[in-house]
């Protein structure tokens, strides 16, 4: 098998609503949060693990596609397996469809959104949403106290950016349409967690490019 060429899908994802991707660490931040979005330890600005988006896209397409393997994903591994053949297939080394043809980078703030951010007034103190989620107690309908929920607000950008490898055997235009279908799916659904009560509504905007074309 041969590399024939890279194809990559660029463009941002807009947040419709408030999105949460939680970070390993819920240590109580400075700003108070009981849960913490994921964001660079360096710079300390929040971001889109490819790995979030990624295995969204997958879970999705799998469930339109009726390839899922009870709750496991699907690990078939076969050449004509398009679960398998752009996503990878599951905990199975001996796969025919290897290699995996997708590579989903991790989000950043668009420089729309920095700009945004950086003309905001300095006594908001800090442009992340901190939503108050109440758990009710269905027996007696009390509230508990509520628990502070770190969100990034509806209206920022971030980037997109998806490369796609294809091989000789490969067809490209199907494989770049299961990607777009997942993509349209991921906007159905959300991204990140609280997704059923409203939380990271998505929507993308993108287009195809040759990055590399291998003679
Ligand atoms: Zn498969």
Redesign the pocket.
Same mark, same amino acid.
């Given at each position: 098998m041969k590399l024939r060429k890279i194809c990559k899908y660029e463009g941002t994802i807009t947040l419709v609503t408030g999105l949460a991707i939680r970070g390993a660490s819920n240590e109580m931040g400075i700003g108070g949060a009981d849960s913490e979005v994921i964001k660079n330890p360096i710079t300390g600005e929040p971001y889109l693990p490819g790995s979030s988006l990624k295995g969204k896209m997958r879970s999705q397409l799998e469930r339109a596609l009726g390839?899922m393997s009870g709750s496991e994903p *699907?690990? *078939?591994?076969?050449r004509d *397996?398009?679960? *398998?053949?752009i996503f990878g297939?599951h905990k199975n080394p001996k796969a025919y469809?290897a290699p995996t043809r997708i590579i989903v980078r991790d989000s950043v703030f668009t420089s729309e959104s920095r700009e945004k951010i950086r003309s905001l007034p300095l006594e908001r103190g800090g442009y992340l949403e901190l939503k108050a989620e109440n758990m009710i107690r269905r027996n007696s309908g009390t509230a508990e106290s509520p628990r502070f929920m770190e969100r990034i607000p509806a209206g920022l950008t971030f980037t997109l950016e998806i490369l796609l490898q294809i091989f000789d055997d490969d067809d490209e235009n199907k494989m770049k349409k299961h990607v777009e279908n997942a993509l349209r799916l991921v906007e159905n659904s959300y991204l990140g967690g609280s997704g059923s009560r409203g939380y990271g509504q998505v929507k993308f905007n993108g287009e195809w490019k040759d990055v590399e074309v291998i003679k």
């Open positions: 390839r *699907c690990k *078939c591994g076969e *397996c398009p679960i *398998c053949t297939a469809s």
